[in-house]
């Protein structure tokens, strides 16, 4: 069973950075994919971003231009850089992988591992 550890998070005032890695426990295969996703109070759990094993990336609309999501595969790693952050961008960030079809990849169910989610806020 893979397991994936997240670090970073943290409070950050709108219009700063933070980065958040996740890694997984083990070598993870060529069809698997890795991502984020976060949940704000009150709020259902909704895709941030996504990386394949071939590198290929995939942005949910409000993040695009803000967040670089990236892999490092030798480091079995995921990295989400996230910049001009927004009072809305609070919410726990989870780290997901899996094995989602390509129209697929933003729903949380075809995840198959999640790590134990970071806090991530936002103040004005």
């Known amino acids: 069973q893979v397991q994936l550890v997240e670090s970073g998070g943290g409070l950050v005032q709108a219009g700063g950075s933070l980065r958040l890695s996740c890694v997984a426990s083990?070598?993870?295969?060529?069809?698997?994919?890795m991502g984020w996703f976060r949940q704000a109070p009150g709020e259902e759990r909704e895709f941030v971003a996504a990386?394949?094993?071939?590198?290929?990336?995939y942005y949910a609309d409000s993040v695009k231009g803000r967040f670089t999501i990236s892999r490092d595969k030798a480091k079995n790693m995921v990295t989400l850089q996230m910049n001009s952050l927004k009072l809305e961008d609070t919410a726990i960030y989870y780290c997901?992988?899996?094995?989602?079809?390509?129209?697929?990849?933003?729903?949380?169910?075809?995840?198959?591992?999640w790590g134990q989610g970071t806090q991530v806020t936002v103040s004005s």
């Open positions: 083990e070598m993870t295969s060529s069809g698997y994919t």
């Open positions: 990386v394949r094993y071939s590198g290929h990336t």
């Open positions: 997901a992988g899996g094995v989602p079809i390509l129209s697929a990849i933003g729903t949380s169910s075809a995840y198959r591992h």
